[in-house]
């Protein structure tokens, strides 16, 4: 579930650097790999702890339902705007008499509509995240990420010495929301 690379918001360089002296090395010839490693292990996080981890812009589609309906991401920071989506795809701003909206106290957002309404979706935009930036990321996660991202490195030449550390899941686990399909 985790954005494409190209969303991702830039890294900073103390964060290349973190991996840089986990894996001991001290040139800068690698500095775009280590990046790549980098947008991988936290895409990685996302995926394994369902949530995002940067504050970032965030767009579902949904039906135009009366009965509530969660967001797709979490945790949510503010319900931007609801659009009204006719069949042909044009949109219109709903008036904020005509939908609700509720963020829960574990970061779930939740929208409907008060009532029937001609449209048959709604677009919701919203902004989603942990933290504001790399530097406010919990601790955990942070490692977790610099550990991932410095094992992909030291094997990017297909050596495989048993997995990766099992102490990136440890750092992660306490953040993860487990989601039933």
């Known amino acids: 579930m985790s954005f494409p690379v190209a969303q991702w918001p830039d890294l900073p360089a103390s964060l290349i650097a973190e991996v840089k002296a ?49 967001l797709k991401r979490l945790p949510v920071q503010a319900i931007v705007s609801v659009e009204a989506v006719e069949a042909d795809g044009s949109a219109a701003l709903l008036a904020v008499d005509d939908y609700a909206i509720d963020i829960d106290s574990e970061g779930l957002g939740w929208v409907r509509m008060r009532e029937e309404s001609d449209a048959s979706r709604i677009r919701i935009v919203y902004s989603c995240g942990l933290a504001a930036d790399w530097d406010q990321l ?20 297909g050596v495989d010495i048993g997995g990766p ?16 399909a």
């Open 138 to 157: 919990p601790a955990g996660l942070r490692q977790g990420i610099v550990r991932l991202a410095g094992y992909l490195y030291a094997n990017r030449d």
């Open 22 to 70: 986990f894996v001991r090395i001290d040139h800068d010839a690698d500095d775009d790999a280590i990046a790549a490693f980098l947008r991988s292990a936290a895409g990685l996080c996302e995926d394994f702890t369902g949530l995002m981890l940067i504050a970032r812009s965030v767009t579902d589609v949904l039906p135009a339902w009366q009965a509530w309906q969660k």
């Open 165 to 180: 550390p099992s102490a990136v899941t440890a750092l992660w686990r306490p953040y993860r929301r487990m989601r039933i």
